[in-house]
């Protein structure tokens, strides 16, 4: 490869950003690994040893001033992100809104809403400055799109995602800078393990006896949205697993 190319993605401690670290790693890409749980990332840096220079962060990207801290503070050899990947996110209590507590729906705010927009507000003058083929790919959801119950905030915070998404596009019209929403839909991660807050059964559930998407499977999307000539824009990407689909309307009968 002849261009040094530096991807930053944030919740890479699991999931859809790990998969996606090994993915970018084995085509060559240097990386920038964020997450809060460090002795994960340094795992991850340990396991990516020898293949690619890797900068591990602790962050947590509620915090917008250790957001702007640690873009600030990136190493010579990877200030040039060339793609972004805003991928920490989480769900929380999959049950009526009326049962869930405020703050789960404010943590849902403050890590999907606020910690993307610091991210991505901390990193803009970089990808500019990157100008053509630079990419900001945001982890959307199929829940951004399509209500279901129990989705309350958490769809409305990927709601959110791609509507930014769409208006960052057109700021960014003449930078070169490229944004994607890619909304996924049922993926085995450790994602349903944090919404239950921990229930292993339910999580296993969840995913027995169908076929959901994998990270790995998501993280080839993301290499493909980043490796697109750099004319291309693809605005959003919505991927199901083809044992997933929608449901009739609810109706509530006397
Ligand atoms: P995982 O739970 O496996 O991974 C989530 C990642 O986000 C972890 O690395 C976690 O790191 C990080 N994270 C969470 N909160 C924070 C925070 N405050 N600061 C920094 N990092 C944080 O789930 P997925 O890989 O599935 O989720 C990745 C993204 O994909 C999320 O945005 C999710 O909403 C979205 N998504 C998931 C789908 C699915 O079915 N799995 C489908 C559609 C979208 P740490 O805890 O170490 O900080
Ligand atoms: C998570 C995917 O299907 O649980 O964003 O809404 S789903």
């Known amino acids: ?85 805003n991928n920490a996110g989480l769900a929380l209590s999959p049950m009526p809104s009326q049962k869930v507590d405020l703050e789960d729906w404010q943590t849902m705010i403050d890590t999907n809403v606020k910690g993307l927009v610091s991210v991505t507000h901390a990193l803009l003058p970089t990808l500019i400055k990157h100008g053509a083929g630079a990419s900001i790919i945001n982890i959307g959801s199929i829940a951004g799109q399509w209500p279901y119950p129990g989705s309350h905030v958490y769809g409305a915070t990927k709601a959110f995602v791609k509507q930014f998404s769409y208006n960052l596009r057109c700021d960014l019209l003449g930078t070169g800078v490229r944004v994607t929403d890619l909304a996924p839909g049922i993926a085995e991660t450790e994602f349903t393990l944090v919404r239950t807050k921990g229930d292993q059964a339910a999580s296993d559930s969840l995913y027995r006896g169908t076929t959901p998407l994998s990270a790995q499977d998501i993280a080839e999307q993301m290499y493909y949205i980043a490796t697109l000539p750099d004319h291309m824009n693809i605005n959003r990407i919505e991927v199901m697993p083809v044992r997933q689909a929608w449901n009739p309307f609810a109706i509530d009968r006397d």
């Open 1 to 85: 490869m002849s261009e040094k190319q530096v991807a930053f993605i944030t919740g890479a401690t699991s999931g859809f950003g790990e998969a996606a670290a090994h993915y970018f790693a084995e085509h060559g890409w240097s990386l920038v690994l964020s997450g809060r749980r460090f002795s994960r990332l340094e795992a991850l840096k340990d396991a990516l040893a020898g293949k690619v220079p890797v900068h591990i962060i602790e962050l947590d990207v509620r915090d917008s001033d250790a957001v702007k801290t640690a873009v600030a503070g990136l190493p010579e050899e990877f200030a040039d992100v060339k793609a972004l990947i």
